[in-house]
């Protein structure tokens, strides 16, 4: 692979690019260049071409370029031709520098020294100052807008800054291969031939997880296969941590000035500069860390309660969180289906406010939504006007049945404070909620950059279908006959109550389903005593039993404020409150 380098006279007016192969490279003065030069005033708009072909490159001078380009003080002519490592035009110099990993075994002796924590733990740095001039660098380098590739380069720009005897600077990690992959790279001199990091040291302080120290003989011939230049004769790297599966590690080199002994001042001199390096990874990486914690728990916090994400921190390894927990795997749930009534009515109605409109629904969702997190639960998808939330995941609970029903009764409980306000942006929105309870898939689906929360199986679909049932049989939450079990057993009356409302077969389905309504305590939101509730489900076994004369007057005898007693009642009167002879105590209901 081969990079190209373009310097000005001001230290500033620098840049490097990687050539692919097979890909033309447009150099010019105008922006709309491939690799727009904007200081050099002697460049063209569209100066010259590089092209690299079976690994060499190809220089294109264009005819049109009023200016020459010059190499070893030759100007060149316009037209093809194979490009110089190194040409002027005006003030600006460009370099070719190929980069090459070195050979992976040794053609001759070499010296290794591995630096321990507490050898470089007791490190004093040396030239202070022009450490701290360059860790000064460090808060714009771990900005979270920042991307790899920019975060790599700044880093070598910093640690050439940092460490004075240091002749170049790289950034490297071993791919799956087994090769190096440099992600940026720097030096002092920029004619001091190929880049060739070692793929040995390197290999070595990934895979050892270490700071390693590698020095070679000044021979030719060995120096070539470990270095970035003859002239080169030591080099060590840092490691750092990039991602949860994924590690970098910083590569320094430089010339020898006299031999690493024990306690002598070249070796003080090399422990600091590794010690310095390893500071800078170590903030690189918990800087990482951070941002992909914060990154993970800014999405989560949209589907997972405080205590889930809190047992997440608490049980993952260091700062990580424990995703393994989020994987996706069948478990028993509870499922709150919570949907908006008369949504298409009010958008048609709305139709000049759309805008208006949608941010009142936002605002709706996120009143269920703050309950069911507020109660323990995962919210799943958000379905246009309707909120899926769940328990019993990613950690098992048997009370998940309770929980729901406890989220069910606060979200009717926020929609009633809301209806008793009416000037309030959402007085006009009603609601019906469907709890239902069963085996089910949940987990995390999506990709790193889009991830979701969610939960498969025919209890969804129960639930969603409960939700429907609210309009047919007046009540605002209707739930399964597994889920009104539990809550008779669980919940305390000033939790919440239950009542059996009838047995109906939902069109589509052939299970007969026992559905209840969950009600407030009595006196919040509702005027039904205890003994109006035993009085109303008398009425509803009678209906079952096919006693519908009996059945009527039960059901007659509740207050007229609760319209759960016209479903039922409809369907008697629509008999002449007698039961079909082929009646079997189930309604079956003609849609959905």
């Known amino acids: 692979m081969w990079q190209l380098i373009a310097q000005g006279n001001d230290p500033r007016q620098r840049w490097r690019q990687r050539l692919e192969d097979h890909r033309a490279y447009t150099v010019g003065r105008s922006v709309d260049c491939d690799l ?20 060499t490159p ?34 600006t110099s460009f370099f070719l520098n190929k980069i090459a990993p070195s050979s992976t075994s040794p053609s001759g002796p070499f010296q290794e020294l591995v630096f321990t924590q507490q050898e470089l733990r007791e490190v004093q740095f040396e030239d202070a100052d022009r450490r701290l001039e360059a860790l000064a660098r460090l808060p714009e380098l771990i900005r979270e807008s920042m991307s790899r590739s920019e975060c790599a380069t700044q880093l070598v720009a910093m640690i050439l800054a940092g460490i004075r005897y240091s002749e170049g600077a790289a950034v490297v990690s071993l791919n799956d291969s087994g090769s190096i992959d440099i992600h940026a790279w720097d030096r002092r001199n920029e004619t001091e031939g190929p880049f060739k990091p070692s793929v040995r040291l390197v290999r070595d302080s990934l895979q050892d997880d270490r700071s390693v120290m590698h020095i070679w003989e000044k021979n030719e011939t060995t120096t070539e296969q470990y270095t970035m230049a003859p002239e080169l004769d030591w080099a ?3 490691p750092f941590t990039v991602s949860d599966r994924e590690s970098w590690c910083i590569y320094v080199t430089g010339k020898l000035d006299s031999p690493i002994l024990e306690a002598n001042p070249t070796r003080r001199t090399i422990q600091s500069d590794v010690r310095f390096t390893q500071l800078v990874g170590e903030v690189i990486s918990s800087s990482q860390k951070m941002n992909r914690l914060e990154g993970q728990l800014s999405v989560l916090r949209r589907f997972l309660s405080p205590p889930i994400l809190t047992a997440l921190e608490e049980t993952g390894h260091g700062r990580e969180l424990n995703i393994d927990l989020l994987k996706p795997r069948e478990c028993d ?8 009534r008369g949504f298409s009515q009010r958008a048609e109605v709305s139709s000049d406010d759309l805008t208006g409109l949608l941010n009142r629904v936002n605002d709706a969702l996120e009143v269920m939504s703050q309950e069911i997190l507020g109660f323990g639960g995962v919210t799943g998808d958000f379905l246009g006007d309707a909120v899926l939330g769940f328990w019993g995941w990613p950690f098992a609970s048997e009370d998940s049945p309770l929980k729901a029903c406890r989220a069910a009764v606060s979200i009717r409980r926020a929609f009633a404070k809301i209806h008793r306000d009416p000037n309030h942006p ?19 689906i999506g990709t790193s950059g889009r991830m979701a929360v969610t939960v498969f199986g025919p209890v969804v679909n129960l639930a969603s279908r409960l939700e429907g049932l609210t309009k047919k049989l007046r009540v605002p939450i209707v739930m399964d006959e597994a889920t009104a079990q539990l809550a008779r057993k669980g919940l305390t009356p000033e939790e919440g109550r239950v009542r059996t409302l009838a047995r109906v077969l939902p069109y589509g389905l052939e299970t007969v389903l026992s559905v209840s309504e969950l009600l407030p305590p009595y006196g919040e939101d509702s005027e039904l005593t205890d003994t109006l509730i035993a009085n ?4 509803v076994q009678q209906f079952v039993d096919g006693d519908w004369e009996a059945a009527y007057r039960s059901l007659h005898s509740m207050p007229s404020s609760d319209q759960a007693q016209d479903f039922l009642l409809a369907t008697i009167t629509q008999s002449n409150r007698r039961a079909p002879s082929n009646w079997k105590g189930v309604i079956e209901l003609p849609s959905k």
């Open 36 to 55: 727009p030069v904007a200081w050099e005033n002697q460049l063209s708009r569209q100066h010259f071409q590089l092209l690299v072909e079976n690994g």
């Open 536 to 539: 109303y489900e008398e009425g």
């Open 236 to 238: 060590f790297c840092v």
């Open 333 to 340: 749930v509870t499922v709150l289906f919570c949907d908006l």
């Open 426 to 444: 959402l007085t006009d929105f009603q609601m019906g909620i469907g709890i239902a309870h069963g085996r089910a898939v949940a987990g995390q």
């Open 58 to 91: 190809q220089l294109l001078i264009s005819e049109e370029a009023k200016n020459p380009v010059f190499s070893q003080g030759v100007a060149l002519k316009p037209g093809r031709q194979s490009a110089p490592e190194q040409f002027v035009v005006g003030t």
